[in-house]
């Protein structure tokens, strides 16, 4: 797949956060789309992160985005995040909230 992905979304804030869809469409580089639904999302040093599956329900491969966008952007841009160092801190936090949510994710 690509590593990063466009969605028109509202870019509405409140609170100081975005507001996040419940499902994206991603065009991977064959042209096709692939939907990821958003499971969790989180602030950490000042970038927004989603945490997102292929399955709408039942088990399926998770990932976390990173919201790459800017505030004159039109469309806001995510892209996998693949550093190591980055990507544990995050897991870590994402671990944390869904751990009373009875869904299990695993590193």
Request: net charge negative; proline share 3%.
């Amino acid at each position: 797949m690509a590593d990063k992905m466009n969605h028109a979304d509202s870019k509405r804030a409140e609170d100081a956060i975005r507001s996040f869809p419940d499902h994206i469409v991603f065009v991977d580089e064959n042209g096709d789309n692939v939907t990821f639904y958003v499971i969790e999302q989180t602030r950490m040093s000042g970038m927004d992160y989603l945490l997102v599956t292929d399955q709408k329900d039942g088990d399926g491969e998770c990932w976390i985005m990173k919201d790459i966008s800017t505030p004159e952007s039109p469309e806001s841009e995510y892209e996998f995040v693949e550093d190591d160092v980055e990507l544990d801190a995050v897991f870590r936090i994402f671990e944390e909230l869904m751990s009373d949510s009875g869904i299990d994710i695993t590193n």
